[in-house]
């Protein structure tokens, strides 16, 4: 039997950053969504819906998964939107998922959940995005207390929770300095192959702190939990670091608040950024920083790409969002509330505006243009190769998908 994760219309509000990835590859803490999921059905094997465009990546990154390839078993449904699943829901669909069980469709709020169907054959997975009209033969059952990720900033209000829920274990396993400080040491755990040097400290007395495998703590770094730093990233010297989730292969410095770096993305120097969300492949020059509070203390406004406007958050404390691919130079200034599209190249003094539209060039001063995305693909496999790795046909072909997106909007605006 299978789960199968899947995209549905309502993706499209968390533009930009799931332009370069299937929503259910957002990090939401110590983990993705798909992790996050898979974790609550060990006993299904994985497959997954995505937009057409980002199947081939999908498929490079998930060997050995089913992707938009339709289970030839019973199948569990389960919406990729989803950050938080109550107990009493997950037990429900375990039941649900049995093969005995008559097809079910669980919904919340007009949302799809899940939806168990034990002859998935006749449902194709070659579209944009499932709806409820995929499951329409299926008896209806509520369900409640579900969360779902309905606007980017959803992506960090729950950011201690999100870290939090992957601390399953404490001890240290790793190399640690005999000068560095631990505070409460029964909350933090340090993976094999992790190092913490001379003069760091470590506090869990707020939470706990996770360090995976590679990660690494140089002199005289503060991290307060709580806190996850992913494989192979580095939380440079003297840097200050609270309720952040670092991903897989990135390089921090400066201060970071409450903000979660995708994966692969590098804040090296002094600055800060905080109650942000940074893509993968960004790298933010030193002295950049994030506004996440207004002067008047108000309700933050933020760009929906989907809907072309400004929406209220409701939340008073609420920094940057920035897509993948995207750079900034020295002493880039973002206010409170921006939203920074996939592969931007932004400079220039002065705040930069709150919505910079995917493959953009340029300074507010200077207006910004379209980044070519010849030139683009040339500074994306610079980066690559500077992590050993090299751009497949699919990430070419992702890119240049999401570049004719914009530039064909931009056609026919000027239209």
């Not at 007009?110 to 002859?119: H, L, S």
Request: with cysteine; net charge negative; charged share 20%.
């Amino acid at each position: 039997m299978f789960l199968c994760l899947f995209e549905d219309a309502f993706c499209d509000h968390l533009r930009p950053v799931v332009e370069a990835r299937a929503v259910f590859d957002i990090r939401l803490g110590s983990s993705t969504i798909a992790q996050y999921l898979r974790r609550q059905f060990p006993d299904l094997h994985p497959a997954f819906q995505v937009r057409p465009y980002l199947a081939g990546t999908l498929a490079e990154a998930h060997a050995g998964v089913l992707v938009n390839e339709t289970p030839s078993t019973g199948t569990l449904f389960l919406n990729g939107r989803i950050s938080f699943l109550p107990a009493e829901v997950i037990l429900r669909l375990r039941k649900a998922a049995q093969t005995d069980e008559p097809k079910r469709l669980f919904m919340q709020d007009g949302f799809v959940v899940a939806a168990w169907i034990p002859d998935p054959t006749h449902i194709s997975l070659h579209k944009q995005a499932l709806s409820p009209s995929d499951f329409n033969d299926a008896p209806l059952e509520a369900v409640e207390g579900v969360h779902f990720l309905n606007r980017l900033w959803h992506m960090l209000v729950e950011l201690p929770d999100f870290i939090s829920r992957g601390f399953g274990q404490s001890g240290n396993f790793g190399k640690i300095h005999p000068s560095a400080i631990l505070v409460e040491p029964n909350r933090i755990f340090v993976a094999e192959g992790a190092v913490v040097h001379a003069g760091a400290i470590l506090a869990a007395d707020s939470g706990p702190i996770i360090l995976d495998r590679g990660a690494e703590i140089c002199e005289g770094a503060v991290v307060k939990g709580p806190c996850y730093i992913g494989q192979n990233s580095r939380i440079n010297m003297t840097a200050r670091i609270d309720t952040t989730a670092i991903g897989s292969g990135c390089k921090i410095g400066g201060e970071v608040h409450a903000s979660t770096f995708q994966a692969n993305s590098n804040k090296a120097h002094d600055g800060y950024v905080g109650n942000s969300y940074i893509g993968q492949w960004c790298n933010l020059g030193a002295d950049s920083n994030t506004s996440n509070l207004k002067n008047d203390y108000g309700n933050i406004r933020l760009y929906n790409v989907a809907l072309q406007r400004y929406e209220l958050s409701g939340q008073q404390f609420l920094g940057t969002i920035m897509g993948d691919h995207t750079k900034c130079g020295i002493n880039t200034m973002f206010n409170t509330g921006t939203v920074i599209g996939t592969f931007c190249n932004l400079y220039g003094g002065g705040y930069q505006r709150n919505y910079v539209s995917s493959f953009s060039w340029g300074s507010p001063a200077e207006m910004y243009m379209p980044y070519k995305l010849e030139k683009a693909l040339r500074v994306a496999e610079a980066v690559f190769s500077r992590r050993n790795k090299r751009m497949s046909e699919s990430d070419l072909q992702m890119l240049e998908t999401i570049y004719r997106m914009y530039h064909d909007l931009a056609m026919d605006m000027d239209g």
